[in-house]
């Protein structure tokens, strides 16, 4: 016997509750809870059958690496840990326009040709629009299958009849299933159809790529659930007036979530950036007030950046510190520093911190180049931007400190071209060529005096 209720979900987070709230208690947002019904099943009382699992210990358990395809799309490939797991589901986010369709599909031809059957199904537009970008973008694979649908359960039967190696849904807040009452897109829907296109996978060794909105914050839209279901998660960054887009993994079940893929935006379509750090320092100047090149690691790839700096009279009672790029904790952590131990009177200047190119900077790697920024601009020094790289740590006490993999980013500085660079003094560098100076500095008062000669 089945008994119809109806509950209140909330829309962005997922929280139920038997009664309307204007205001959900799980994630304070506002007028998110909306109606859905369900349906209550009563089971009596019977035996529970064993599904025929019993526990073994954990050596008799079989194990063996995981069998991946090749996208031959190399930064997909770094991001995902080696390339797409068989029977994997991959999530992947980003603001409308920012290139995920035109990524996908251009994985999905590239695996048609390699692999075979690639289907790709799309409940936002229709063949025709998604063959105009396959023409624009060369990406028209034989083996690579259009279908315009909503359904899940007659996706369902177009995966079974074709069997295919690779499977793309774009998005899956389209989908939906007819046994629901509540409209697609929903928390209900959108959990159910990414249960049964996860029974899919799983049972066929499918991988399965599906697309996902974002909200007006950036944040990947429904229930958080959405995240722990699928395998990997992966967030595409950058704006839509630029030409270059980030690839980021923000979950990872078989790889790192280090590690960034950099891809620039063409009329061809997403071209792979092979070498970052030139790319982002192609506008770089050739001695600047302000402006200077600082190293960060992502996954296992240094970057080389350029980090700007602009301090300026305050014209408010209250001075600005607007940072882009960095953490404005660390910025005002300067700041103090540079008051308090170098004498600088900056309550009366507005600060504003820059990272060039779009890139967002973590770790404490930039700190020393930050606080160099700062005073160049403060003292109006000009800096030999394209020949000085400055990496390290700055402590409460104005001391700088090491900082991992340094021997990386030196050899990037390096075959980038620069020829001096500061580093902390209590560094252990090796194997570092003469062609570069590395110049070792204790504390902030004699990082400075570098640049004030």
């Not at 009664?19 to 009596?44: A, F, I, V």
């Not at 950058?238 to 979950?251: C, N, P, V």
């Not at 920024?373 to 700088?400: C, F, H, W």
Request: glycine letters at 8%.
């Amino acid at each position: 016997m089945a008994k119809i209720k109806s509950k209140f979900i909330c829309q962005e987070c997922g929280y139920e509750s038997p009664k309307w709230l204007g205001r959900c208690p799980g994630c304070q947002q506002w007028n998110s809870m909306e109606e859905e019904l369900t349906t209550k099943t009563t089971y009596s009382r019977a035996t529970t059958t064993s599904s025929g699992n019993r526990p073994i210990p954990v050596k008799e358990v079989k194990s063996g690496t995981f069998e991946r395809y090749d996208t031959t799309i190399g930064e997909l490939n770094r991001v995902l840990g080696g390339g797409l797991v068989k029977g994997s589901l991959t999530l992947i986010s980003g603001e409308p326009g920012i290139g995920k369709s035109t990524l996908i599909l251009q994985a999905g031809s590239a695996i048609a040709d390699k692999y075979g059957t690639v289907l790709y199904v799309s409940g936002e537009e229709s063949e025709e629009q998604i063959k105009i970008r396959a023409e624009r973008l060369n990406s028209m694979a034989e083996k690579l299958y259009l279908v315009s649908e909503t359904n899940i359960k007659i996706v369902e039967e177009y995966i079974s009849q074709l069997s295919p190696a690779f499977v793309i849904i774009d998005s899956v807040q389209t989908l939906f299933n007819e046994e629901l009452s509540s409209a697609p897109g929903s928390v209900s829907q959108v959990k159910e159809c990414v249960n049964n296109l996860m029974r899919i996978g799983k049972s066929t060794n499918i991988p399965l790529f599906l697309v996902a909105h974002v909200t007006k914050q950036g944040d990947l839209a429904g229930p958080r659930v959405l995240e722990h279901m699928v395998d990997t998660v992966l967030h595409f960054e950058g704006e839509r007036s630029q030409e270059f887009r980030i690839l980021r993994a923000l979950k990872n079940r078989f790889g790192t979530t280090s590690e960034i893929g950099v891809f620039e935006m063409k009329e061809v379509g997403l071209v792979e950036v092979s070498n970052p750090s030139a790319m982002l320092l192609e506008s770089l100047s050739k001695e600047a007030e302000g402006a200077v090149v600082v190293a960060t690691i992502e996954g296992t790839r240094p970057l080389l950046v350029e980090l700007q700096a602009l301090v300026t009279p305050t014209n408010t009672g209250f001075p600005r510190r607007t940072a882009v790029g960095v953490d404005l904790n660390r910025l005002n952590l300067i700041i103090a520093v540079l008051e308090k131990k170098m004498g600088l009177p900056l309550i009366n200047y507005d600060i504003y911190v820059n990272v060039v190119g779009g890139l967002k900077l973590e770790g404490t790697c930039s700190d020393l180049g930050m606080a160099m920024a700062i005073y160049s601009s403060y003292r109006g020094i000009q800096l030999p931007t394209k020949n000085l790289m400055a990496v390290g740590e700055i402590s409460l006490t104005a001391d700088i400190r090491s900082v991992p993999q340094l021997e990386k980013m030196i050899k990037e500085a390096e075959k980038m071209g620069f020829s001096k660079c500061i580093v902390p003094r209590n560094s252990k560098v090796q194997n570092i060529n003469n062609t570069i100076k590395v110049i070792s500095v204790e504390n902030i008062q004699v990082a400075l005096s570098q640049i004030d000669v």
